[in-house]
């Protein structure tokens, strides 16, 4: 993707990541639902957790959790809200150990992942792709703009496999951030803290 530090590098469609599970990930943006189911059937997926806070978009109806999940059972895929366990919008610790991402949202989601309602949700997902071919999915069209790169730092640092489907034509094999620190199995953003950005940070 060209950024530095954003934990993604370039995957070929012709690529398969050998380890197990693997995890997808995808942003619905300004995309035709046809074209997202498309995405996903094309790798395979079986389920799709939507992450997204809120299942709903104004600007794409078509996103709209209803809609998605017609449009996904016709498609054989199976959809499951995960917004209240892995959404964003979370709360800023009153004293935060991730000074080194400077998004206040991003700073409250990293602060959320070290909880353990969020470990808890995540082993959940992770049992979830190891029977099923799972996808997480929230707005943001690409990952380095959306809090499921943080998600993905999550998976990574627990031998987990994630691709981001960003286009028919392009995937993406996620690398843990430059700026964690993985102590105890938890992630902690501070490296780095003091230098510029490392990677383009999402925004909310």
């Known amino acids: 993707m060209g950024h530095e530090g954003s934990g993604v590098s370039r995957l070929t469609n ?3 990541p050998i380890t197990a599970p693997v995890i997808y990930t995808i942003g619905h943006g ?7 189911v498309m995405l996903l ?5 079986a389920c799709l957790a939507d992450v997204r806070a809120y299942p709903a978009s104004r600007r794409h109806p078509q996103f709209a959790r209803p809609v998605l999940e017609s449009a996904l059972g016709d498609a054989g895929i199976g959809y499951v809200w995960e917004g209240k366990a892995l959404g964003g919008r979370r709360t800023l610790a009153r004293v935060s150990p991730n000074s080194a991402l ?8 990293a602060d959320y992942m070290l909880t ?3 470990r808890d949700a995540i082993e959940r997902l992770i049992g979830r792709a190891s029977s099923v071919r799972t996808a997480i999915m929230c707005a943001e069209r690409l ?24 286009e028919a034509d ?5 690398k843990l951030s430059l700026l964690v620190e993985v102590r105890s199995g938890m992630l902690l953003y501070h490296l780095g ?12």
């Open 116 to 118: 353990e309602a969020f």
């Open 30 to 36: 300004n995309r035709p639902i046809g074209e997202f």
């Open 143 to 166: 990952p380095s703009q959306c809090h499921r790169f943080l998600i993905s730092d999550s998976l990574v640092a627990r031998n987990v496999t994630v691709v981001h489907l960003v």
């Open 102 to 109: 400077k998004n206040p949202g991003l700073r409250a989601y």
């Open 41 to 45: 059937e094309e790798a395979g997926v």
């Open 14 to 16: 012709h690529e398969s």
């Open 170 to 174: 392009r995937r993406e094999a996620h």
């Open 193 to 204: 803290a003091r230098a510029r950005p490392l990677f383009q940070e999402p925004t909310f």
